[in-house]
């Protein structure tokens, strides 16, 4: 391995870890350059096979790759993720090919960001394209369609009513579908199924790419897929920071009422929660990644209801979570923010400080210490 290959697995290691050190030298780093490449699909069904022909074919157009492969079932254990290790140790001997493998860490969420923040990683090293594997079946797990430019869903003869079970997580994020094992029995028959699903949709219908990964067939139309993103102005650092909102606060007057408003949009609340400390009724309610919380004073002194006599019902605060709480502090302090608590520990034990409106922008802006 390369000095520059080590430093880089290294890096990769501390993101994985959410180590706040290589959080902040990620956030440091120009990204926006890279390609990034979706491949999805079910379990088994060559997904490693042709990320490895992609990696080849890119190669061979002089092109830098990396190759991460996510899984979030945890039955990842190297090398063994890779399938064919033949085809594979020859990506390993490329030093034009970089090779990173996942497995789950502090549940989906967290998997969510880490290849995130690999993907940013991957591309701050200059890597012309960036092929994430991932298992999914239906519901995609982590989320590979926000972070890829194309996504790749594969799928293999012999599904048979499968195909309708996958149909709903997967037939939105497709960009590309790949028929592999096409030498299997019953390509024939998985092609018209999915374009009778496609015919039903409307608005222009991805393209169906027939493959035998195990032998470099259909290949060359992948990799013409994935060049039409060349075509395409590239996004301005398009993966995320490290920084995420973790939720909204809205001050309201009556909590079962705007609880019914939010479960009518598709959000669910979780049982509402009385906070002594800050005098408020709060409902959380998930919302991917983040969430919407929602006040109600639970006393005329509380400060949520101090907001709504000035200001009426509406945004309170907004919360990001941060990778290094007490960096952020030093930092904002040096600044001159103004912040109106030293570090302290809320109810789930983790640490937060609110910052003064007046610093923020005009928003209560609270900062939470990320988990390790
Ligand atoms: N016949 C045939 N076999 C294939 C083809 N592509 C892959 N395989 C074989 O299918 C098996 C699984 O391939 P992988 O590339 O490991 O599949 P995967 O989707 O990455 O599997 P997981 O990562 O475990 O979900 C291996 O034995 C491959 O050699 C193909 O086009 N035709
Ligand atoms: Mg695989």
């Known amino acids: 391995m390369s000095l520059e290959d080590r430093v880089l697995a290294r890096m990769a290691t501390g993101i994985e870890n959410r180590d706040p050190h290589a959080l902040a030298v990620l956030d440091s780093l120009e990204s926006g350059h890279a390609r990034i490449v979706g491949v999805t699909g079910p379990p088994g069904a060559g997904k490693s096979t042709l990320v490895a022909a992609l990696a080849t074919a890119l190669r061979q157009q002089a092109k830098t790759v990396a190759i991460i492969a996510v899984d979030p079932s ?64 239906g519901q995609d797990e982590v989320g590979i369609a926000d972070l890829a430019q194309l996504t790749m869903v594969v799928l293999v003869p012999g599904m048979g009513d499968d195909v309708q079970t996958i149909k709903a997580g997967i037939m939105e994020i497709a960009n590309v579908f790949v028929i592999n ?30 493959t035998v990964a195990t032998e470099g067939i259909g290949i060359a139309e992948l990799v013409e897929q994935v060049g039409h993103l060349d075509g395409l102005p590239r996004p301005i650092a398009r993966a995320r920071s490290s920084c995420h909102i973790d939720h909204l606060g809205i001050a309201v007057r009556n909590l079962k009422e705007a609880v019914r408003f939010y479960e009518g949009i598709g959000l669910t609340a979780a049982p509402c929660q009385t906070v002594e400390q800050e005098k408020v009724h709060v409902a ?89």
């Open 181 to 210: 094992k096409s030498d299997q029995p019953g390509a024939d028959r998985l092609e018209q199924e999915l374009e009778a699903m496609l015919s039903l949709e409307e608005g222009p219908k991805p393209p169906i790419v027939r």
């Open 284 to 372: 959380m309610l998930p919302a991917g990644e983040s969430r919407i919380e929602l006040l109600e004073a639970s006393s005329p002194d509380s400060t949520v209801a101090k907001f709504v006599e000035k200001r009426g019902p509406g945004l309170h605060h907004v919360a990001l979570r941060v990778p290094d709480l007490q960096a952020a502090v030093d930092r904002l302090r040096a600044a001159g923010a103004r912040l109106l608590n030293e570090p302290r520990a809320g109810a789930g034990g983790h640490l937060y400080v609110f910052v003064d409106p007046s610093s923020t922008g005009g928003v209560l802006l609270e900062l939470i210490q990320e988990n390790a």
């Open 74 to 137: 945890s039955r990842a254990s190297g090398g063994a993720l890779l399938g064919d290790r033949i085809r594979m140790q020859r990506l390993y001997l490329d030093p034009g090919i970089f090779i990173r493998s996942m497995a789950t860490r502090g549940g989906v969420g967290g998997l969510a960001r880490a290849t995130a923040d690999l993907a940013r990683l991957m591309d701050a090293a200059g890597k012309d394209y960036v092929l994430i594997e991932t298992v999914g079946v």
